[in-house]
T-cell receptor
Framework: SQKIEQNSEALNIQEGKTATLTCNYT??????LQWYRQDPGRGPVFLLL?????KEKRKERLKVTFDTTLKQSLFHITASQPADSATYLC????????????FGQGTELSVKP | GAVVSQHPSWVICKSGTSVKIECRSL??????MFWYRQFPKQSLMLMAT?????????EQGVEKDKFLINHASLTLSTLTVTSAHPEDSSFYIC??????????????FGPGTRLTVL
């Protein structure tokens, strides 16, 4: 069955460092992969989308890589700030799925001052 | 600003009652909306796809008679939890794909509705 796995443990880093979050998937051929941020008690907020034919995407301090051979995406936050503390979700969409997203369980990131 | 709204943001009800949750796209039309449920410390689980003008499509294991979905217009979808029980207590979130340049791959999520059934 399709499976998406993110860093199972919460990630604690020091302010200013780079946070790297991992998303691995099996039994799936996604058309594209997305990363969302979710704060407690709130809905997810879209961050970045990367397509299967793209290797890397950047947006300000964020960078996403996508390796369809390894079936893995890495999400980087450079120069992390305490305000980056949140849960980060990866989500996959396949072809002809009408936009349906399958989410990983999320990784909780905590950035300490 | 928010492009998808939900109402109410939280609701507490007695067991056996029905609860309606609204999801609205504020500045775009959405022929499709999605409903998710999220339990504490868990990921979002897709419940159903709401289609304007036709029946909703439910994911495996989701009771369609329990979770009634109506896509009344191009900007409104409603989820009604019928005969709610404590195990239905959860965080319900809707989303809508927003067309951009002919594509609809980015989804915008509502702020969620916290349902507590006593």
């Amino acid at each position: 069955s399709q499976k998406i796995e993110q860093n199972s443990e919460a990630l604690n880093i020091q302010e200013g460092k780079t946070a790297t979050l991992t998303c691995n998937y099996t039994n799936y051929s996604p058309a594209y992969l997305q990363w969302y941020r979710q704060d407690p008690g709130r809905g997810p907020v879209f961050l970045l989308l990367i397509r299967e034919n793209e290797k890397e995407k950047r947006k300000e301090r964020l960078k996403v890589t996508f390796d369809t051979t390894l079936k893995q995406s890495l999400f980087h936050i450079t120069a992390s700030q305490p305000a980056d503390s949140a849960t980060y979700l990866c989500a996959l969409t396949g072809y002809n799925q009408g936009g349906k997203l399958i989410f990983g369980q999320g990784t909780e990131l905590s950035v300490k001052p | 600003g928010a492009v998808v709204s939900q109402h109410p943001s939280w609701v507490i009800c007695k067991s056996g009652t029905s609860v309606k949750i609204e999801c609205r796209s504020l500045d775009f039309q959405a022929t499709t909306m999605f409903w998710y449920r999220q339990f504490p410390k868990q990921s979002l689980m897709l419940m159903a796809t709401s289609n304007e003008g036709s029946k909703a499509t439910y994911e495996q294991g989701v009771e369609k008679d329990k979770f009634l979905i109506n896509h009344a217009s191009l900007t409104l979808s409603t989820l009604t939890v019928t005969s709610a029980h404590p195990e239905d207590s959860s965080f319900y979130i809707c989303s809508a794909p927003r067309p951009r340049g002919g594509r609809t791959d980015t989804q915008y999520f509502g702020p969620g509705t916290r349902l507590t059934v006593l």
